[in-house]
Nanobody, 122 residues
Framework: QVQLVESGGGLVQAGGSLRLSCAASGRTFSGYAMGWFRQAPGKERDIVAAISWNGGNTYYADSVKGRFAISRDNAKKMVYLQMNSLKPEDTAVYYC???????????????WGQGTQVTVSS
């Protein structure tokens, strides 16, 4: 079992930056791949970025490539999403998720946080 708690969301102007954090509990955190997803009102929950258990593999959605960076610190049981050059279309609830395999599909992830709101004003 892995419990996840996101933080770091908020209101930011377009062009600004935010760093989201995801704190995990559970003894086997380092064995899990992690993903960040987002869901805007009326839309599906889509993947933003994913990182393998050791950070060796990463994935980014095309919409965030070059602007967002995912990282993890297994010793601290933390996953981060650095978001730069934010756009109004990045507005969504952001969720972190964990799975035993490096996955892109949200349907594969077993454990989810409660989400944190990111609002980007124009």
């Amino acid at each position: 079992q892995v419990q996840l708690v996101e933080s770091g969301g908020g209101l930011v102007q377009a062009g600004g930056s935010l760093r989201l954090s995801c704190a995990a509990s559970g003894r086997t955190f380092s064995g899990y791949a992690m993903g960040w997803f987002r869901q805007a009102p009326g839309k599906e929950r889509d993947i933003v970025a994913a990182i393998s258990w050791n950070g060796g593999n990463t994935y980014y959605a095309d919409s965030v490539k070059g602007r967002f960076a995912i990282s993890r610190d297994n010793a601290k049981k933390m996953v981060y999403l650095q978001m730069n050059s934010l756009k109004p279309e990045d507005t969504a609830v952001y969720y972190c998720a964990a799975d035993q395999h490096f996955e892109i599909s949200r349907l594969r992830y077993d454990f989810w946080g409660q989400g944190t709101q990111v609002t980007v004003s124009s």
